[in-house]
């Protein structure tokens, strides 16, 4: 069953409570969290995607899904853990070495949250390959990390593709979530190659009526 988490990095100023009930209202599946520390990425959206999903987890019981665009990982667990997140997915790239990659995925654990692994346009899968069966999540960038409102990178099809085959193939249960540039033209394709979590921002804030562009995301073939 496929699910939508609605990226808010794109809210407009002014009309974000407006926005989250409406998305509550909606039933969007997850709101996914976008915090970039101006390290990893360029822009820095720590402070306010800190508040804004405090005010989500008073106004909504639907899961956080919180994607860690940061260098220090341990720090943004900590404090993100306060809004008790579904989910917490760290970038492979801002890992030294493997040993930081498990400290980060029993760091999580330990926070009682499930993990989540993600992986830029320009890193193969098979990096990921050797982490998969201890974690809950795979998410495929599909767009370079940084900001909303980018075009999907075809190419990354494949990679999903790939990726669900290696899934398939170990008899492994995760989920596989696609982020960037996802809208009612590409998201069929994706969903298509295996991706079961679709992340969408500009698509969904961008429509008249949330639900209606949820539910096409979920249902587009
Ligand atoms: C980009 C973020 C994405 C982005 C998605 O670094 O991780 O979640 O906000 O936004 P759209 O759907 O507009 O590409
Ligand atoms: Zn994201």
Redesign the pocket.
Known sequence: MVEVST????VKKGEESKTFFALETAKTDYF?I?V?DGEF?E?NTYQSMLEYASYIRRISNAPLDV?L?VKNIKKAVNDFSAVEPNIITFHLEACENEEEVWENINYIKQNHCKVGISVKPNTNIEAVYQYLPYVHMCLV??????????S?LSEMTDKVRTLKTYIDDNDLEIDIEV?????LRTAPEVKKAGANIL???????NAVDYKVIIDELKTGV
């Open positions: 990226s808010i990095l794109s996914h976008d970039m990425v822009k994607h665009m960038m599909t767009v370079e990390p940084g900001k909303g409102g980018q999907y982020d960037g540039g996802i809208n992340v969408a921002g500009t698509a969904i804030l």
